[in-house]
């Protein structure tokens, strides 16, 4: 029998790319989802079998991995993650799973400042403790974050001072992603740092955008006080603001910051750039987007 790969959150960034890479290369793909609507359509068109499923569901996560080859989990930054990865690792160690790609964040940690980064590292320890295979992912921050948290008045309002960071593209983790999921052997066991191209603060990100686009981007620093206040504003709920305000004093600290090989080693390409990444998604900017990368 064919391998069977499964993807987990794939109509969020991560996972739809990974559909569709796998997809590209004829792979057999199961899309698990939280939802039908259009993107899960646009799924089943590229040949990826659709299914819905909540991941707090221990039956439906149970049919998820049944007859799987290895899998991609991910979880949004909500609460339930111990609990969701808990009921994945049961249901992957029951049906057999060789291997487990399981998306976690750079700042996982014990002694982390944000519930959902302490989460994630206990939620690795949960994934590592189970008889399946598993590669840890700890990507920085998203180069989607660049179009999420862009105002129309051509800022971005961040809390970040000085720090610095490579951003990394959703496309470019995917590809990562995808190559262990094919090749799962020789990643067992490791922990993967992902960045993108270059290391940047957000003065020199605001200036590759410009580039980019043809017109000015400034970044604007801003307190946590205001930035927690800007994502009440936006409808974000109080586990995330506490997240995002935590992360924002690591990325200060340099938790964020760093570059490596990764993703051209593993996945195959270069990282894209900022000023890459910007051009490609002009129209987000153009039409004043704010989608959100959770």
């Keep these: 029998m064919a391998d069977l790969f499964l993807?987990?959150?794939?109509t969020g960034k991560t996972g739809?790319?990974?559909?569709?890479?796998?997809?590209?290369?004829?792979?057999?793909?199961?899309a698990l989802v939280h939802r039908a609507d259009a993107r899960s359509a646009e799924l089943a068109a590229a040949g990826a079998e659709v299914m819905v499923?909540?991941?707090l569901?221990?039956?439906?996560?149970?049919?998820?991995?049944?007859d799987v080859t290895a899998a991609y989990f991910t979880y949004p930054i909500i609460p339930g993650l111990l609990e969701a990865t808990t009921i994945f690792a049961q249901a992957a160690a029951e049906a057999r799973v060789a291997a487990v790609v399981n998306m976690s964040q750079i700042s996982a940690r014990r002694e982390a400042g944000s519930h959902a980064a302490r989460q994630h590292w206990l939620a690795e320890r949960v994934l590592d403790w189970s008889p399946v295979a598993v590669t840890h992912l700890r990507p920085t921050f998203f180069a989607e974050w660049l179009i999420s948290f862009y105002q129309p008045d051509g800022t971005?309002?961040?809390p970040f001072g000085d720090g610095r960071h490579a951003p990394i593209a959703a496309e470019d983790q995917a590809r990562v992603i995808t190559a262990i999921l094919?090749?799962?052997?020789?990643h067992a066991g490791r922990v993967y740092r992902l960045f993108g191209h270059e290391e940047l603060n957000h003065h020199e990100i605001a200036a590759e955008m410009s580039a980019a686009l043809g017109?000015?981007?400034?970044?604007?620093?801003?307190?946590?006080?205001?930035?927690?206040?800007?994502?009440?504003?936006?409808?974000?709920?109080?586990?995330?603001?506490?997240?995002?305000r935590a992360v924002a004093v690591d990325y200060r600290n340099g938790v964020f910051a760093g570059t490596n090989d990764v993703v051209r080693t593993i996945g195959g390409t270069e990282p894209m750039s900022v000023?890459?990444?910007?051009?490609?998604?002009?129209?987000?900017?153009?039409?004043r987007s704010t989608t959100a990368v959770w």
Excluded: W
């Design 16 to 30: 739809a790319y990974a559909v569709r890479q796998l997809r590209d290369r004829d792979a057999p793909v199961r």
């Design 156 to 158: 971005l309002r961040l």
């Design 57 to 66: 569901d221990p039956a439906a996560v149970s049919a998820a991995t049944r």
């Design 275 to 287: 000023r890459e990444f910007v051009t490609r998604n002009k129209q987000y900017y153009d039409d």
């Design 53 to 55: 499923a909540d991941l």
């Design 215 to 244: 017109r000015e981007v400034r970044y604007v620093p801003v307190s946590l006080d205001e930035f927690g206040e800007q994502l009440r504003d936006r409808g974000f709920g109080e586990h995330i603001i506490q997240h995002l």
């Design 7 to 10: 993807v987990t959150g794939a």
């Design 182 to 186: 094919r090749e799962p052997a020789p």
